[in-house]
């Protein structure tokens, strides 16, 4: 059901991307990443975080160890909201704060059952927005968010959702999560969602150390996740945050394709 704007995410590349990040990882790098971690490189990670934090190599080579293993525990993670253009992810997104994805997923059919396009939706008055998106909670701010997103989309980018993160960011509600998801999902450019299940379980993993801030730990991570894996990692940590790390049970350790990679910080 996923579509983009105008091009699938695919097709993408991800090298003239001027706000992309990929400087951030390539300019820590002495090794050669793209090679697997060995038994001893496991080895020794562990004996140093004994004594402390992991060091940038070591967190790198972590970190392609876990992306390996989630890739193959969870090989179609994917984005939880449904979308069919880039627009739509936006509505989604704003509305998908404090509320489940499952629940922003039934009450945007009724949104855009009323309107259908960015036009229509710019149009409506924030009340009528407000009416149905309530459901979500927030309902009024959410409401006035889209509203004014999609107002500026129409009258100052011609009904086309930029691609370019910056002015993604100066949208009204648009937070760097929400941009790091367009950018990821609907451009297929480089990105790092931070949402509560990326802070939690790379914190746990000691991929990060005992950072909460949001923008914060996107910047530890560009240094230590390949660009182009940033993205579909954090659709995993989803998957993984849900199903095994847990955040509101004591994580199911035993049951953790990790568990021997991961320092366990609970
Ligand atoms: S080993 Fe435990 S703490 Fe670490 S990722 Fe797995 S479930 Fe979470």
Redesign the pocket.
Known sequence: MKKTQTTNKKEKTIKNDKSSPTKNYENNSTKNHKSSPTKNDKINSTKNRENGSLNIDEKRKLALAIINRLKEAYPDADCTLDYDSAWKLLVSVRLAAQCTDARVNVVVKDLYAKYPDIASLAAADVSAIEDIVKPCGLGHSKARDISACMKRIHEEFHDQVPDDFDTLLSLPGVGRKSANLIMGDVFGKPAIVTDTHCIR?TN??GLIDNIKDPKKVEMELWKIIPPEEGNSFCHRLVC?GRD??TARTK???EE?V??DL?A?N?
């Open positions: 379980l746990r993993m993984h095994i790390c994580p199911h350790c953790c990790l568990v991961c366990k609970v």
